[in-house]
């Protein structure tokens, strides 16, 4: 299947800083990425769609204020958390739709984000 | 998003036996099904997909889907030691945004 990588896999950073995230894909252009956190012991929860060179959408409850998305290549989306707090500690995935292919989703090696 | 609901287990089974895991969606619209295992600590990995009504086999796993139940199913046959893991039941729309259940933690006893 496609390959999507995601970077950093882990990260550990201080109440108040922001943190990036990329998520990139290798093999193929996504127009198209999500974002989902993951709480312990619970499903992915869809945060945000990122769209190559337009804003990206955010679902409810999702401060786009804090989550920033950056949609600037057809091959990288970048997820900024900024002015991280303790809760926003979490599993941070993303995915990519290869346009080319059946509709199938590929995940990212997910980003472990605690905040101290 | 729209609901997704599987059964939440945990589901232990013996190894070489078969496990069962049901999934439903509240969405008629839905166009694709997939499932995803999901070990603790990494990020889903696809194991099914499926887009028609009726039985989609692919090694040891089969998945089944009825459109009019709403109703998606797989089945993992001779189950392994190293099928322990959280099975996710994604739902995709025409956006291509998928809505995932809860999961189900299957064990396999050796």
């Known amino acids: 299947g496609a390959v999507v990588s995601q970077h950093p896999s882990w990260v550990i950073c201080k109440s108040g800083t922001s943190v990036k995230i990329e998520c990139r894909s290798l093999?193929?252009?996504?127009?198209?990425m999500f974002w989902y956190r993951q709480f312990p012991k619970q499903s992915l929860m869809l945060m945000a769609t990122?769209?190559?060179?337009?804003?990206?959408?955010?679902e409810q409850g999702v401060e786009k204020d804090k989550f920033l998305i950056n949609h600037a290549s057809l091959t990288l989306s970048t997820l900024t958390v900024t002015s991280a707090h303790p809760e926003d500690s979490s599993f941070y995935i993303c995915?990519?739709?290869?346009?080319?292919?059946?509709?199938?989703?590929?995940f990212g090696q997910g980003t472990r984000l605690t905040v101290v | 998003q729209k609901e997704v609901e599987q059964n939440s287990g945990p589901l232990s089974v013996p190894e070489g036996a078969i496990a069962s895991l049901n999934c439903t969606y509240s969405?008629?619209?839905?166009?694709?099904f997939f499932w995803y295992r999901q070990y603790s600590g990494k990020s889903p990995e696809l194991i099914m997909s499926i887009y028609s009504n009726g039985d989609k086999e692919d090694g040891r796993f089969t998945a089944q889907l009825n459109k009019a139940s709403q109703y998606v199913s797989l089945l993992i046959r001779d189950s392994q030691p190293s099928d322990s893991a959280t099975y996710l039941c994604a739902v995709g729309s025409n956006d291509y945004k998928l809505s995932f259940g809860a999961g189900t933690t299957v064990t396999v006893r050796a």
């Open positions: 995915s990519a739709r290869d346009p080319q292919g059946p509709g199938v989703a590929f």
């Open positions: 990122s769209n190559e060179g337009s804003k990206a959408t955010y």
């Open positions: 093999d193929f252009q996504a127009t198209t």
């Open positions: 969405d008629r619209v839905s166009q694709s």
